[in-house]
């Protein structure tokens, strides 16, 4: 079965940059979709990006296209979510989630990684 | 890309059955069968319940059930129990990218 990992909480001041990853493990785990949800405090799950591991392959959610940056290793499994320059409304929890392709469902979830931008 | 919309919160006595709208159009709950529900509990990561409008993962109850009619899909909980208070989304595949429901919060009553 795939496991999935995720990097542990950041505080951050505003303007600085930060990079969250999600590490999966699993039988053929190139052939997984690893897409990244956010939570802000006390509201809804919302859809960010998401990214084939094989050829990294990106779809951002309209509302969060150039705001962040997905990327991905191959190697390691791994996917990342990065910020250039962070802010206030940045709080928040983020999910990874995988799938694999193919599929249309998000079985394997993260813990999840609170991000604080406070200053 | 719009949020799918949601009821807000959805009550029920134990052993009632309730049932979650979620609403979108044609570019999304409409124009895919790719409906996907996630029971999300307080502090936890969601869990998938419902995938391809009407398909339970293995280890899901059967007091789940799930439909889809035009650009609504619907969740049927069955049996409510004391464990079903959560909160619960609707998810749609919506042509390379997906979109979630405003959520709606379950109370066991």
């Known amino acids: 079965e795939v496991q999935v990992a995720q990097s542990g909480a950041e505080v951050k001041n505003p303007g600085e940059s930060l990079e969250i990853s999600c590490q999966g493990s699993g039988n053929d785990f190139a052939n997984y979709w690893i897409g990244w949800v956010r939570q802000m405090p006390g509201k809804g799950l919302e859809w960010m990006a998401i990214?084939?591991?094989?050829?990294?392959?990106?779809k951002y959610s309209p509302s969060f296209q150039g705001q962040v940056t997905i990327s991905a290793d191959k190697s390691i499994g791994t996917a990342y979510l990065q910020w250039r320059s962070l802010k206030a409304s940045d709080t928040a929890m983020y999910y990874c989630?995988?799938?694999?392709?193919?599929?249309?469902?998000?079985?394997?979830w993260g813990q999840g990684t609170l991000v604080t931008v406070s200053s | 890309q719009s949020a799918l919309t949601q009821p807000a919160s959805v009550s029920g006595s134990p052993g009632q059955s309730i049932t979650i709208s979620c609403t979108g159009t044609?570019?999304?709950?409409?124009?895919?069968?790719?409906v996907s529900w996630y029971q999300q509990h307080p502090g936890k990561a969601p869990k998938v319940i419902i995938y391809d409008v009407t398909n339970r993962p293995s280890g899901v109850s059967n007091r789940f059930s799930a439909s889809k009619s035009g650009n609504t899909a619907s969740l049927t909980i069955s049996g409510l129990q004391a464990e079903d208070e959560a909160d619960y989304y609707c998810e749609s595949f919506a042509g390379g990218v997906y979109v979630f429901g405003t959520g709606t919060k379950v109370t066991v009553l």
């Open positions: 044609s570019s999304d709950v409409g124009g895919y069968d790719y």
């Open positions: 990214i084939y591991l094989r050829n990294s392959d990106t």
């Open positions: 989630a995988t799938t694999r392709n193919g599929n249309y469902r998000w079985d394997f």
